[in-house]
């Protein structure tokens, strides 16, 4: 009899605000699922103007206190690095009250992931909208 064949890793979107909250707050959750990231627990899928937007929050004057520009600047690099890098989706239709967010369900549906989480309540008050949205403490709950 044939082995089954391996189980596909989950594809999933972290938004912006996740990921400044797993450098910000290394105890929370966002941190941890950061580090289940780098262990290889689920494939991050990201696009250029994620990580810009990423990179423009962390170098904020307010978070001046909290991380250095080289810090940043690694954290950064890592995603870069290791995540699946997609283009910038295209956006077919406005989804959020807030039309800054509207790349973020855009990506995750371009990308076909699995999940997309966030912690933006515009964000996780979509209902049924695929992909799903989790907290990232359901998130962690569904690993």
């Not at 699922?33 to 990179?55: K, Q």
């Not at 239709?93 to 999940?115: C, F, K, M, S, W």
Request: glycine letters at 6%.
């Amino acid at each position: 009899m044939a082995a089954a064949p391996p189980a596909r890793a989950l594809r999933v979107v972290l938004d912006p605000g996740v990921l400044v909250s797993a450098l910000l707050s290394p105890r929370g959750a966002p941190a941890r699922l950061y580090l289940l990231w780098l262990s290889g627990e689920f494939e991050l899928v990201v696009c250029p103007h994620l990580l810009e937007e990423l990179e423009g929050v962390l170098r904020r004057p307010k978070f001046g206190d909290l991380v250095t520009p080289d810090e940043v600047e690694e954290f950064v690099d890592v995603i870069r690095r290791r995540a699946i890098t997609v283009e910038n989706p295209v956006i077919a239709e406005a989804v959020t009250r807030d039309p800054g967010d509207d790349y973020v369900i855009a990506l995750a549906q371009a990308a076909n992931v699995d999940h997309l989480v966030s912690g933006d309540k515009d964000l996780t008050s979509l209902g049924t909208v695929s992909p799903p949205v989790l907290s990232p403490g359901a998130f962690l709950d569904l690993l």
